[in-house]
Structure formats: C-alpha cells, structure tokens
C-alpha cells in the first residue's frame, strides 16, 4: 500500500515555532481540539499537520493516548510518510553506515535522527533486530518488513518489541521472530575484538553499539592494568581491555546469563586466563571489594539508566554519584575512571559535577582527560536534544 488515509491535525496559535525550528514532536496541549478533536483519532493514525492558518508543516502520524499526540515524519508534500519513504529513509540510513564502517554491525536506524521515529534498527550481518515503540510505526509493521527487504535482503529480522516505552503507547510488549530463523547468537567485532551476542535473551537489541568509540580508550590505558568492568553485561569492556593488554579483568554483572556470556567471550578471543566474571550487584560487590582492600588501575562504570524518568531525577543523581564514589573507593592511586550515564535526563555538566563531588568525598583529586558521547550510528538530531543521551567520561583520579 503506497498511500494511507491522512486525516488533518491542527496547531494552536504559535504552537508551530517548536517545528519549523526543526523539532518532530507534537505534545497534546498544542493542538487546536476544536478543529482536531484528538480523541476521535485512532492510535497511529496518519495525519496532515497544519498551523493554525491551516498551512500544511507536513505529515507524520498520531496517537491521542500519548503526552506526545503526533511525530512529524516529514516536511516534504511530495513524498508524504508511507511505504515509500519508509524505504527511501531506510536507504539514506544506510548509505551513511556502509561509508563509517567497513564491516555490518552497527545501528542502522536511530529513531528521530534517521527520520523515522518510533523505530530503532541494529544490523548484525545479515540479520536484523528491530524496535517499535509508536503505534504510527507499529501500525507498517508489514511495510517495514518488505522496506528491509527492498534494501537488505535480510536472511532474518527479530522484533524486540518488549521496551517500556511501547506501553505509553498501549502497545503490546513482545519478542518475536519476523522473518527466517532467528539465531541464539550472533558474532560481531568490535575494535578488534569478536563477540557473540545473544539476540531472543540479550538486552535491548542484543549489542550496545553506542559505547563503540568510547571503548576505542581502552587501547591506550590497558596494558598491565588492573581492570574492574561494572555492569558489564556481555563483556564489551572488559573483553577489550584484556585484548589491549590488561594483566587482569574482573567484569560484574547481576545477570547469571551475562556472566555466562562473558566467559564466552573471553575463551572467544583467548583472554579468559586473565578474564574473571562475577555475578552480583554492583554495589554489593563494590562494598565487598573495598573491604578486602582490592585495588584496580582502570574501573569503568557503565550502568543501565539511573533516570528513567524526569520525575527520576533526585533519586538517580543520588544514585550516579554513589556509585562513582564507591568506585574511587577501590581505585589505586592515579588510577583511571570511565564513567557513563545513558540517561537522557542527566546533563552531561552534571555527571561531572557528581563524579567531581564522589572525588573529593574521598579526597582524591579528578582530571579529565576525555569526553565520549554515542558512536556516529547513533546520530544526534541538532533540534532534538532527547536523541543526544549517552555520555562517557575519561579521567584519572590523583590522590589517596
């Protein structure tokens, strides 16, 4: 189906100036009810969006049951969202991975930034693993599937429909195979170093491509290191770590498959003679560490999203800042801190500011030598600040 029954969605006064300077999401509060009674709407609905004056800004797609009502999808009247574009997207996104990466494990679709929003694409290969999380996208399921196709030719694709966000949406939460089977594993290289990723029981879409150029620091800090990766889920740090050289790694994770993983990964790339996993929670073993005196060169800490939600935001700065104090706890004088957040509602100023703080809690001393953000497959949209959220910081701590 090349077309689809657009219906009008109408603007209060003034409430275009957030679009035309180049956002792509609509909030309820900024439509005109009277002229678009949004409940009438169905979840998904195709729409053309206009201004007050009835002008059209272009089309996209809404939903009444979500604080964001209505994504604009495109500006342009000629190639309005549909299949089409759907493919014509898809092809741009990719011409822009095959010219950064020389080998086809990155993610091919980043949402808002590739102009397609509520989808999330990452290729491993020739297998794809796909997340919906609008009911606009949810509702091309099919028109997706025959896009990936025209352009991939993809032996297979998995829907890892099972992210939170899909319940603002009322959409169902889900993993299930698209098309052609779905292997347990994939292999991937990273920086030099292989790695299987488990892609039905693996986190999110299986792999954390976002860290790929943050990681690329471990070249430089760890021959002969000590190295504590927290949060290691399949061993992407620490992995790469015992690769460039450190004497020792120790990777913690609370999930018994990640561990599992991980051991998998070392004997993959003939390091697990200096690779030790454990399962537990980070801050549990952190205690335990520092009580037995244990010191580490290099210590990264890459936790899940403290702040999942701005009302979040108290309680997971807390939680940022204590969990880098109890790192610099157990690293050894002039040691070196990687630390990140991935969450989109910390400032990247004030994960410094409570990184800094847990430094001088314990008296040490932070330079910092780097800032990392995510890799170039996860593109930042300038006019969109949710689509910046991964921040990485290198610095080594002086002192104690």
Not at 37 to 63: F, K
Not at 238 to 260: F, K, P, R
């Amino acid at each position: 189906m090349e077309t689809l029954d657009y219906v009008p969605l109408r603007l209060k006064k003034n409430e275009e100036r957030r679009l035309l300077a180049g956002h792509a999401w609509i909030f309820s509060n900024e439509v005109d009810v009277e002229a678009t009674p949004i409940r009438s709407l169905e979840p998904g609905q195709p729409v053309t969006i206009q201004d007050s004056r009835g002008r059209t800004l272009g089309t996209g797609y809404a939903n009444p049951n979500s604080l964001i009502c209505a994504r604009l999808v495109t500006r342009d009247a000629d190639h309005p969202f549909g299949p089409s574009l759907l493919v014509h997207r898809l092809k741009v996104a990719l011409s822009l991975r095959e010219r950064l990466f020389e080998e086809p494990f990155y993610r091919l679709v980043h949402g808002e930034s590739d102009g397609l929003p509520g989808l999330v694409v990452d290729r491993y290969g020739d297998v794809l693993v796909a997340q919906i999380t609008t009911a606009g996208m949810d509702r091309l399921q099919d028109a997706l599937l025959s896009a990936f196709e025209k352009v991939l030719r993809p032996s297979a694709v998995l829907w890892r429909n099972d992210s939170p966000v899909r319940s603002l949406e009322g959409l169902d939460l889900y993993v299930q195979p698209a098309t052609g089977p779905i292997p347990e594993t994939v292999e991937i290289t990273e920086n030099g170093a292989r790695f299987q990723v488990p892609l039905l029981a693996g986190q999110k879409t299986g792999w954390f491509y976002d860290q790929r150029d943050n990681r690329a620091w471990l070249r430089r800090l760890s021959t002969g290191a000590r190295v504590l990766d927290l949060f290691s889920y399949a061993g992407g740090w620490g992995i790469q770590a015992a690769i460039h050289g450190a004497e020792q790694v120790t990777c913690v994770d609370a999930s018994a498959d990640a561990v599992a993983q991980v051991e998998a990964n070392a004997r993959l790339n003939r390091v697990d003679d200096r690779v030790q996993a454990l399962a537990g929670d980070a801050f549990e073993v952190l205690r335990q560490l520092r009580e037995e005196r244990a010191r580490f060169d290099l210590i990264i800490v890459d936790p899940p999203a403290f702040i999942k939600r701005r009302k979040d935001l108290k309680e997971g700065t807390a939680a940022y800042r204590r969990i880098n104090q109890m790192a610099l706890q157990v690293l050894a004088r002039d040691g070196f801190l990687i630390t990140c957040s991935c969450s989109q509602h910390m400032a990247a100023d004030a994960l410094e500011k409570q990184v800094h703080a847990a430094a001088r809690h314990v008296d040490r001393q932070m330079q910092i030598l780097s800032r990392g953000g995510q890799a170039s497959d996860h593109p930042i949209h300038p006019a969109m600040p949710e689509t910046a959220y991964l921040k990485a910081i290198l610095c080594r701590c002086i002192g104690q």
